[in-house]
């Protein structure tokens, strides 16, 4: 990058025992665009404060180089398990911003597909990203949630790991899901079906089974998982107030893993043109989530929502009296 000569020397230190007289070393670096620098948390320097600090920037007095220290790809200690098309992606990309967070780009998907799972706990480990001891490294797969095998497979694996569930109004979840199954799997839901008919059986009722409708179905799913871990091990997020005040969730996020506050308000902006926040890196590199992301949804029956809120009403009271919060969701 663009580091000065004298703040290249007091960056670089040697662990171990020092060197023979007469003996020299090699050390290799390798230039990385502002973009790429701000993903690679190997190149992250820390100040006395252990705040994050990027490149060139002068305020910078000491330095603990992270290379220092033996790097090696462990099994997550923190695991994103939905729910689905509740800002899950967001929330991830938005922790990414800590340097003491690590995590896999694409979803592993372990825990709830017998054909991975089946693979053993190596080959998982192989999939997470290399990482220091004073990092954690986070997993994300929202159909973990649903599926009833996974809250044993987890706590087998680790019993004490921290996971985060994040969830919004279930109703509006629901449009959510169906119009990014109906751009993303059409081979799911058949393109003549409409919302109506998808969510409806043919006696006007609510279809309990229905793709779409069973993620939210809140209280069902997170029973199980508090049959197999103590409370205290799940944090909450609210997606709603993820898209309308972030910070205030990651916060919430960063004192549940016990890390330093050092995701801002500098970290993250509104962007007019996309209708959401986006993410800033320390460098000015800016950040906002893929097209498919914050897609408008077209207008739905008033009455069709008014019978899915009915429905979901006595879901979501369970639910607020199982994790003791009270979202507030609309009933009608």
Same mark, same amino acid.
């Given at each position: 990058?663009?580091?000065?000569?004298?703040?290249?020397?007091?960056?670089?230190?040697?662990?171990?025992?020092?060197?023979?007289?007469?003996?020299?070393?090699?050390?290799?670096?390798?230039?990385?665009?502002?973009?790429?620098?701000?993903?690679?948390?190997?190149?992250?320097?820390?100040?006395?404060?252990?705040?994050?600090?990027?490149?060139?920037?002068?305020?910078?007095?000491?330095?603990?180089?992270?290379?220092?220290?033996?790097?090696?790809?462990?099994?997550?200690?923190?695991?994103?398990?939905?729910?689905?098309?509740?800002?899950?992606?967001?929330?991830?990309?938005?922790?990414?911003?800590?340097?003491?967070?690590?995590?896999?780009?694409?979803?592993?998907?372990?825990?709830?597909?017998?054909?991975?799972?089946?693979?053993?706990?190596?080959?998982?480990?192989?999939?997470?990203?290399? +990482?220091?001891? @004073?990092? *954690?490294?986070?997993? %994300? #797969?929202? &159909?973990?949630? $649903?599926?009833?095998?996974?809250? !044993?497979?987890?706590?087998?694996?680790?019993?004490?790991?921290?996971?985060?569930?994040?969830?919004?109004?279930?109703?509006?979840?629901?449009?959510?899901?169906?119009?990014?199954?109906?751009? +993303?799997?059409? @081979?799911? *839901?058949?393109?003549? %079906? #409409?919302? &109506?008919?998808? $969510?409806?059986?043919?006696?006007? !009722?609510?279809?309990?089974?229905?793709?779409?409708?069973?993620?939210?179905?809140?209280?069902?799913?997170?029973?199980?998982?508090?049959?197999?871990?103590?409370?205290?091990?799940?944090?909450?997020?609210?997606?709603?107030? *993820?898209?309308?005040?972030?910070?205030?969730?990651?916060?919430?996020?960063?004192?549940?893993?016990?890390?330093?506050?050092?995701?801002?308000?500098?970290?993250?902006?509104?962007?007019?043109?996309?209708?959401?926040?986006?993410?800033?890196?320390?460098?000015?590199?800016?950040?906002?989530?893929?097209?498919?992301?914050?897609?408008?949804?077209?207008?739905?029956?008033?009455?069709?929502?008014?019978?899915?809120?009915?429905?979901?009403?006595?879901?979501?009271?369970?639910?607020?009296?199982?994790?003791?919060?009270?979202?507030?969701?609309?009933?009608?």
């Amino acid at each position: 990058g663009n580091f000065t000569n004298h703040v290249l020397k007091e960056s670089i230190q040697l662990d171990g025992p020092s060197l023979p007289n007469n003996s020299t070393t090699t050390i290799m670096f390798r230039y990385l665009n502002q973009s790429k620098l701000e993903e690679n948390k190997d190149y992250l320097i820390y100040s006395h404060q252990n705040e994050a600090i990027y490149g060139n920037n002068k305020k910078v007095s000491r330095y603990k180089p992270k290379w220092s220290h033996h790097r090696e790809k462990r099994l997550p200690q923190v695991i994103i398990i939905g729910a689905k098309k509740c800002g899950t992606g967001a929330l991830q990309e938005i922790l990414r911003l800590h340097p003491q967070i690590v995590s896999p780009r694409e979803e592993v998907h372990f825990f709830e597909r017998y054909q991975q799972y089946y693979l053993g706990l190596d080959w998982y480990r192989k999939q997470m990203p290399y +990482s220091y001891k @004073n990092q *954690l490294t986070l997993e %994300k #797969t929202p &159909k973990y949630f $649903i599926t009833p095998e996974v809250p !044993e497979r987890i706590y087998a694996m680790n019993a004490s790991i921290k996971l985060i569930l994040i969830v919004r109004d279930p109703a509006e979840r629901v449009i959510s899901d169906y119009f990014h199954v109906r751009a +993303s799997h059409p @081979n799911i *839901l058949p393109w003549n %079906k #409409t919302f &109506k008919e998808e $969510i409806l059986n043919t006696k006007g !009722e609510v279809n309990i089974s229905s793709y779409i409708v069973v993620p939210s179905l809140y209280a069902v799913h997170i029973s199980r998982w508090l049959n197999v871990f103590q409370r205290e091990q799940i944090i909450v997020v609210d997606g709603d107030k *993820l898209i309308t005040d972030p910070l205030s969730q990651i916060t919430k996020v960063e004192s549940f893993l016990s890390l330093p506050h050092l995701i801002t308000s500098k970290n993250l902006f509104y962007s007019q043109e996309k209708g959401f926040y986006c993410m800033q890196y320390t460098s000015g590199y800016k950040k906002c989530l893929g097209k498919n992301k914050g897609r408008p949804h077209p207008n739905i029956d008033p009455q069709v929502m008014s019978k899915l809120r009915r429905f979901l009403e006595p879901f979501n009271k369970h639910f607020y009296t199982l994790v003791g919060y009270n979202f507030s969701w609309p009933n009608s």
